[in-house]
C-alpha cells in the first residue's frame, strides 16, 4: 500500500533550502577546524617558561658563582633564573626529588645519589670537574689510611663533599666511630680550623676547593696536598671518578704552588634537570654553560665541558640533540621569544593541515550527498506511485495516485536547488511527467 500524502509529500521549508546547505557546509568546516585547533593546542608543547629556579649550592663554593653565570646570560633571552642556596650536591638531588619543591634544575656532582632512585631525572651534560681535594698537616702521607686516627673535617650534612669523603675513607678502612674524628666541617670553616691547627686534615671539592682558599692554605709550608698515588685504583673501584693531575706551579707560578704534580681524583658536577624542562630552556642553559665552562681552566682543556658523555643520569633527548646539531634555524636567527612563538604556530599549523584538507575533501562529498538526497526522496515516492499503477486499479484510487502526483510535482515546482545541481532538477521534473503520462495511460515519446 502507498505512504499516505502527508508521510508521501513532507513539507520542506523551501525558501531555505539552499541556505541551509551552505550553513551546514560551512558549519562543518568551522567546527572541524575549531576541534583540530583545540587538539593541537591540547598535544602540543607549551610555551617556553619566563621564569625556572635552579638549586645551586653554598655562597662560598664553586657551584653558587657558576649558577648566577647563568643567571645573567638567561637573562638576556628574557628568562629569569633564580638561584637557590643549599649545602651542597646531596641537597639539590632531594630537592629535584620532592615534588612539593619548586625547583627545575641543581647542579649535581657524581658519586652522590647512592640508594636514590633518580630514574626520572635527566642530564643536560657535564659541565665542571669537582676534584677532591685533600689538605692536611704535619709529615708527608701517601694514601688516605693514614689519616685514622686524625681529626678529619669530611664536609656538612647534605653536601656532595661529605658523600664522596664517607665513601673513600671506608675503603681505606675509616668509618664514623672508629680511631678517627669525623667533624662537619666544609669551606672556609674547614679552611679556618686546618690553618689554625684545630683539625689535622680536610676534605674539599668542587664547590668548596676554590683557588683562593687552595692558594692560601698551601701558603703554609706546614700544609700539604694528598697526592692520590692510588688514583687508577680509585676510578675502577667507584665509576664516577676521573683522574686529573693538578700540575706544579698552576695556582702560583711565581712561588711554585704546588711545587709538584698533584694527581686528584675528581667526580664530574652534571647539570641535572626533571624531565619536564621545556626544550628551548635546555637549548639556552646548554648554550649558557658552554659560554661559563668551555674556556680552559686550571684542570680542562678549551671546550671540553659541556660534554653530553653519560654518567649517573641520562642525557636527554633534547640535550642530545642540541650536542649533535645546535639550536635550530628559528633559534638562531630570531630573538628567543620570537622563535619561540614562530616554532609554537608552525607546530600547529603543520598537523591542522594533514588533519584539516583531507577532511576538506570528503565535506563536498557530504554537501552534494545532502542537496541530490532532497531529489531523491521524491523519487523513492515517484516510485511507490508507478508501481501501484501498474497494478489493477480502479477509477477511484488512481484518481487518488494523480492528485498525490499532482502533490509531488508541486513540492518539487517550489523547491530552491543550487544552479550546480539544476540537471539532476529538471531530469526530476521529467520524471514527474513521465509517471504522469503512466496514469494517463499516454505513452511518453521516445
Do not use: C
Not at 551552505?22 to 587538539?39: D, S
Not at 666541617?185 to 668548596?208: C, M, P, T, V
Not at 673501584?237 to 683522574?243: G, M, R, S
Not at 509531488?408 to 532538477?425: G, T
Amino acid at each position: 500500500m502507498i505512504l499516505s500524502r502527508q508521510q508521501r509529500a513532507p513539507q520542506f521549508p523551501h525558501a531555505y533550502s539552499v541556505w541551509r546547505d551552505h550553513a551546514w557546509f560551512w558549519g562543518a568546516i568551522v567546527f572541524l577546524g575549531m576541534l583540530t585547533i583545540l587538539l593541537v593546542v591540547w598535544l602540543v608543547e607549551p610555551a617556553p617558561p619566563k621564569t625556572i629556579v635552579i638549586s645551586a649550592g653554598p655562597a662560598d663554593g664553586s657551584f653558587w658563582p657558576a649558577a648566577n653565570a647563568y643567571r645573567k646570560i638567561l637573562a638576556r633571552d628574557g628568562v629569569t633564573l633564580k638561584v637557590l642556596p643549599s649545602d651542597g650536591s646531596l641537597q639539590n638531588l632531594h630537592r629535584l626529588l620532592d615534588p612539593k619543591q619548586h625547583v627545575d634544575l641543581a647542579l649535581v656532582q657524581g658519586g652522590v645519589a647512592q640508594g636514590l632512585d633518580t630514574s626520572s631525572l635527566m642530564s643536560l651534560g657535564s659541565v665542571f670537574y669537582a676534584p677532591i681535594v685533600v689538605l692536611y698537616r704535619g709529615g708527608e702521607i701517601a694514601r688516605l689510611s693514614q689519616l685514622n686516627g686524625k681529626r678529619i673535617a669530611i664536609g656538612r650534612e647534605g653536601s656532595g663533599t661529605r658523600v664522596i669523603a664517607l665513601n673513600l675513607l671506608k675503603a681505606n678502612g675509616i668509618v664514623a666511630g672508629g680511631a678517627a674524628t669525623l667533624l662537619p666541617f666544609d669551606g672556609q670553616e674547614s679552611a679556618r680550623q686546618l690553618a689554625a691547627g684545630q683539625i689535622d686534615a680536610a676534605f674539599f671539592n668542587g664547590d668548596s676547593a676554590t683557588r683562593g682558599l687552595m692558594l692560601r692554605l698551601l701558603q703554609d709550608p706546614n700544609v700539604l696536598a694528598l697526592n692520590f698515588t692510588q688514583a687508577a685504583a680509585y676510578t675502577r673501584l667507584f665509576p664516577y671518578l676521573n683522574q686529573i693531575d693538578l700540575p706544579a706551579g698552576v695556582l702560583d707560578l711565581g712561588r711554585n704552588i704546588p711545587p709538584a704534580t698533584v694527581h686528584l681524583i675528581s667526580p664530574m658536577v652534571e647539570l641535572v634537570a626533571r624531565p619536564n624542562l621545556h626544550p628551548a630552556i635546555s637549548d639556552l642553559l646548554i648554550e649558557a654553560a658552554q659560554e661559563v665552562h668551555g674556556m680552559p681552566g686550571l684542570l680542562q682543556r678549551s671546550g671540553e665541558f659541556p660534554s653530553p658523555i653519560e654518567h649517573e643520569y641520562r642525557i636527554s633527548e633534547d640535550a642530545a640533540r642540541y650536542y649533535r646539531s645546535g639550536k635550530n634555524f628559528l633559534y638562531r636567527n630570531l630573538p628567543f621569544w620570537m622563535a619561540s612563538l614562530v616554532d609554537r604556530t608552525l607546530v600547529l599549523l603543520i598537523p591542522m593541515a594533514v588533519l584539516f584538507f583531507p577532511a576538506l575533501r570528503v565535506l563536498p562529498a557530504l554537501y552534494r550527498w545532502r542537496v541530490r538526497s532532497r531529489i531523491y526522496r521524491w523519487y523513492g515516492l515517484l516510485i511507490a506511485i508507478e508501481r501501484e499503477a501498474l497494478e489493477h486499479v480502479t477509477d477511484e484510487e488512481r484518481d487518488r495516485l494523480v492528485k498525490d502526483l499532482d502533490h509531488i510535482e508541486e513540492s518539487v515546482n517550489q523547491l530552491k536547488m543550487p544552479l550546480a545541481y539544476a540537471d539532476a532538477f529538471y531530469v526530476l521534473r521529467e520524471h514527474v511527467g513521465f509517471v504522469r503520462s503512466r496514469l494517463s495511460g499516454e505513452q511518453r515519446p521516445a
